[in-house]
């Protein structure tokens, strides 16, 4: 069963607007973490922001915001005020378990492309 | 802080060479590094997580003496691709655990594009 999806097509967002991508995840383990990435063309995986099951606040990073709704599920990550240099692909993941050694279960990703 | 490198990051090899990926944490120590291969317009595939000073785990369906995994250092993990193959061509991208921070966060390496002829 997958464990993190992403299911929005490719999006086009104006500059400086805001963007929403949608992360729903499936666990039964209480403690787990959520973590966006970002992956422009150069291929590089650029950790954005990260949130724990047990975090009572929505995670926040500068422009990046997670919206993590436990019941539903859903971690999705909100950039503020788009730039140009936030075309890319967004990955979603999540680590079941407290442990840094365990490992992440990614989605699909989400296609973003900023227009002037 | 918390940067990792990958050399190469491009590779052109015949077919039936091995070829030696490194990847390294540049200012933090990795007990844990972690191996994937993406393919185009694809999510990340973890292959291996690899242990400093011992034998790393292969993910199922990972032939295990074909990608040889070794992480001798706290800073250093390879992958060598043996015998490689046309189809072995992907990106591959490492990551290392930086534990000292609150997420104990997974930060990835530029990624080693592979082609095979």
């Known amino acids: 069963a997958q464990k993190i999806t992403q299911t929005q097509p490719g999006m086009f967002v104006q500059e400086k607007e805001a963007v929403t991508l949608d992360c729903t995840y499936d666990t039964s383990d209480p403690s787990y973490g959520l973590f966006w990435y970002k992956q422009p063309s150069s291929g590089e995986m650029i950790f954005l922001i990260y949130?724990?099951?047990?975090?009572?606040q929505n995670a926040t990073e500068g422009r990046y915001s997670l919206n993590f709704q436990k019941a539903r599920k859903s971690a999705n990550l909100v950039i503020s005020a788009s730039q140009l240099g936030d075309s890319a692909m967004y990955f979603c993941?999540?680590?079941?378990?407290?442990?840094?050694?365990?490992?992440?279960?990614f989605g699909k990703g989400n296609q973003v492309v900023v227009i002037p | 802080g918390a940067v990792v490198s990958q050399h190469p990051s491009r590779v052109i090899c015949k077919s039936g060479t091995s070829v030696k990926i490194e990847c390294r944490s540049l200012?933090?120590?990795?007990?844990?590094m972690f191996w994937y291969r993406q393919f185009p317009k694809k999510s990340l595939m973890l292959m291996a997580t690899?242990?400093?000073?011992?034998?790393?785990?292969?993910e199922q369906g990972v032939e295990k003496d074909k990608f040889l995994i070794n992480h001798a250092s706290l800073t250093l993990s390879t992958l060598t691709v043996t015998s490689a193959h046309p189809e072995d061509s992907s990106f591959y991208i490492c990551?290392?655990?930086?534990?000292?921070?609150?997420?104990?966060?997974?930060?990835f390496g530029p990624g080693t594009r592979l082609t095979v002829l």
């Open positions: 690899s242990n400093e000073g011992s034998k790393a785990t292969y």
């Open positions: 949130q724990g099951s047990y975090d009572q």
């Open positions: 990551s290392a655990r930086e534990g000292s921070r609150v997420a104990d966060t997974q930060y």
């Open positions: 993941a999540m680590r079941e378990g407290l442990s840094g050694n365990n490992r992440l279960a």
């Open positions: 200012d933090f120590q990795a007990t844990t």
